[in-house]
Structures are given as structure tokens and as C-alpha cells.
């Protein structure tokens, strides 16, 4: 599976973006899905998972209730609704598929996009 993320950029504090991430491979629906970031010199961080069949999802609470994490299998996506930014929002932003959607850990997931810049000004 090889995974694109698109749709970062620059955002005003308060607005919102919506990230995309293209998956290519005929495997892309039997797996959970999860949006992570990353700032230079930390660890890439959880954000959002989702089950193989988008019926359930799990999010970091740093995120809960602005960010929304859902997936079109025909399509082969997965998208990252974000809302209320905030400038501690700047980051790469990556796109990755696991086994499990209940997993957070970076080790958990198999495959991993290319990520895509996401800047919030105050």
C-alpha cells in the first residue's frame, strides 16, 4: 500500500483544514487507518485512528471534538477534518495503515505516507 497525503497548508488560528491521503493497493480496505504528527525534534504523535470499516474511530484527546477521522473505500482515502486550529497545531501531518485501529503506537502501523506541512498563524 502506498499512501499521498495532500491538502496541508497555511491556516489562520481558529480555521480549518482538510487533509487527504490517497491510497493506492487492493489491500487498502482491510486495514485501520490513523493520522499522526510530528515537529522537528519530537516524536511523531497519535492523532485519530479508524476501524478497516469506518464504523468506529478513537481519537488522542489533544484532538477530540476538533479533528474528525473518516474514510471512503470505494475511493480509497482517508481524510482529517481539523477545526479550532491552533498555531500547536503546526506540524508534518502523515497519513499510516495498521492492523488495528485501537493501536497509537508509530511501531503499530505498516505503511506510511510521505506527510504534508500543516502551518496555523496566530
Known amino acids: 500500500v502506498q499512501l499521498v497525503e495532500s491538502g496541508g497548508g497555511l491556516a489562520q488560528a481558529g480555521g480549518s483544514l482538510n487533509l487527504s491521503c490517497a491510497a493506492s493497493g487492493s489491500t487498502f480496505y482491510s486495514y485501520a487507518a490513523g493520522w499522526f504528527r510530528q515537529t522537528p525534534g519530537k516524536e511523531r504523535d497519535f492523532l485519530a485512528s479508524?476501524?478497516?470499516?469506518?464504523?468506529?474511530?478513537f481519537y488522542a484527546d489533544s484532538v477530540k471534538g476538533r479533528f474528525t477521522i473518516s474514510r471512503d473505500n470505494t475511493e480509497k482515502k482517508v481524510f482529517l477534518q481539523m477545526n479550532s486550529l491552533r498555531p500547536e497545531d503546526t506540524a508534518v501531518y502523515y497519513c499510516?495503515?495498521?492492523?488495528?485501529?485501537?493501536?497509537?503506537?508509530?511501531?503499530?502501523?505498516?505503511?506510511w505516507g510521505q506527510g504534508t506541512q500543516v502551518t496555523v498563524s496566530s
Open positions: 479508524i476501524k478497516f470499516s469506518g464504523d468506529s474511530t
Open positions: 499510516a495503515v495498521g492492523p488495528s485501529f485501537q493501536f497509537t503506537r508509530v511501531r503499530d502501523y505498516v505503511y
